[in-house]
């Protein structure tokens, strides 16, 4: 007992001494900070844990043939829509942000939209257009008399979907890092006789490859996770594979035992990550220039690149739009009766809400501790606090009801389990943000509070708090976005009768309800768009 009460102490004098200027955090941020990371890494350590008690039977499993073709379909999933959503947001990405585009503004916000749209509701767009008796099948069947067409199960339909859905992701970290390239790097390659083609792929392109690899890592990272889609497109992947395992099986050890492959997947993309970082500095040597380079004039290719903008709007955003109001105006005009789920809009709203309050306060003392109080220590909270940002949503959520059901049986099967594991998932959302505003706060007005008599705990709350409002902000308002959307948590910790509008959505499309989850998809896309809207505003008024 006295080794354990004396442990927070001796990690806070260890982040006092490794600190550069010997000063220790306060005393709450550091447990605090502590505690965040612990539970955090709690579902990781407990699956592992639950894993191992499996026995002889871990390895039978791990090592049959089919554990083998599951994972080779999901990392044929993963290599094609990683290297599909590069194709079609560099191109995207150069246009909107390099050159003379008309409404560059409103082409940045139609392409990025699709992000708000569910890979589930994507999954039920594809089978209710493509799919037997869809859309495509009903408007043949009469002119041309075809009474079947191709369904768009497996491969080729989950595919289209996850890039559908996670190209946005790419976009967006590309437009960012053109956004920030050094022009004097292409202006020395053109006075050197480089054409614009050449200096694209020579410059400009190495350049944007610390980007590019991270955006490769972050969607690949996504289809990892993605279940609603492959599970409607029956595809399966690890992530159907465990939910069907959870499901079917007796013991759910064996689920647990499954779930370690995507862990070790997860490690090793997060891995790569972490080497494409420190790669990152060579193309960022010297000071950038402040001034933008010019605009790109298109000339002739204007219309060709104004038609792909379109083309890409058109698939990704107009399209599943229009086959969703479609489903929902066929119901009404032949009298289907459809009620607003009001208690399920409730419901997704205010844990969601509840989601994003509590994950921001729990990023709070990791950021400070990372930004200032910078140690090894703090570093390793930091990364523990990652540590649920690469697995899929059913591997944290199956960790957290074993754990539920054997140690914390008060949890289990509230939503109070289900907060927590939204805080697991999207913590590293609201660290990010966090740390960013905090990072373009002045410290010396913290050190003048100090100064004037306040204790660092009052300094903080008097003077870093308020500097860190609109990163707080921006951190809960995309948690809520992503708990939103959240699909196999919500089904597996969600209370008996708990319905929110993305299991309303998945649970309708799988038995064929077309009208009813359009309807719920078009609230969850609404609701969604929120605050997508605010995170567009606010940076739209930083950089004026």
Known sequence: MITIARAPQRALDTLGRWHRGGHRPPLVVAL???????????????LILRATGAGA????????????????????LMITVTVASLAVSLPLAWLIERTDLPHRRVWS???????????????????????PRGMLQQTLAGPLGIERIPAPYGFRGAWLTVTLASYPYMLLLLQAAIRGLDGRMEEVARSLGYGRWRTFMRVTLAQLMPAIAAGSLLVGLYVLRDFGAVSLLRYETFTWAIYLQYNTSIDRSMAAALALVPVVLAAGVLYLESRSRQTRARYNAGA??????????????????????????????????????????????????????????????????????????????????????????????????????????????????????NYARALYQTTTLLVLAYAVLFLPQAVGAARNSLLQANPRLEEAARSLGRSPLGALWAITLPMMRPGLLAGAALVFLT???????????????????????????EEGMFASAALSSLLLILFSSVPMAFLSLGKRTKRS
């Not at 390895?59 to 044929?76: K, V």
């Open 32 to 46: 605090a900070g502590v505690l965040v990371a612990a539970g955090a890494l709690l579902p990781t350590a407990y």
């Open 57 to 76: 039977g871990l390895w039978d499993l791990l090592l049959r043939p089919r554990t083998a073709q599951i994972l080779g379909r999901t990392l044929t």
């Open 109 to 131: 916000v139609l392409t990025a939209l699709p992000l708000v749209i569910p890979s589930y509701v994507l999954g039920f767009i594809v089978v209710a257009a493509l799919g």
């Open 288 to 405: 950038r220039s402040e001034r933008a380079p010019a605009p790109i004039p298109l000339g002739r290719w204007r219309w060709p690149a104004l038609l792909y903008c379109g083309v890409v709007v058109l698939v990704a955003l107009v399209m599943p739009l229009g086959v969703l109001g479609y489903w929902l105006t066929r119901a009404l005009a032949v009298g289907v009766a459809l009620q607003v789920p009001w208690a399920s809009i409730w419901n997704s709203v205010s844990v969601s809400a509840v989601a994003g309050l509590v994950t921001v306060m729990a990023a709070i003392p990791i950021a400070i501790l990372e930004v200032r109080y910078p140690s090894r220590l703090a570093r390793l909270l930091e990364r523990a606090s990652y540590s649920g940002f690469g697995l899929p949503g059913i591997v944290i959520a199956l960790a957290l009801v074993f754990f539920g059901a």
């Open 483 to 509: 708990a939103m959307k959240e699909l196999p948590a919500t089904l597996l910790l969600g209370p008996t009768g708990f319905r929110t509008l993305a299991t309303i959505v998945w649970s309708a499309t």
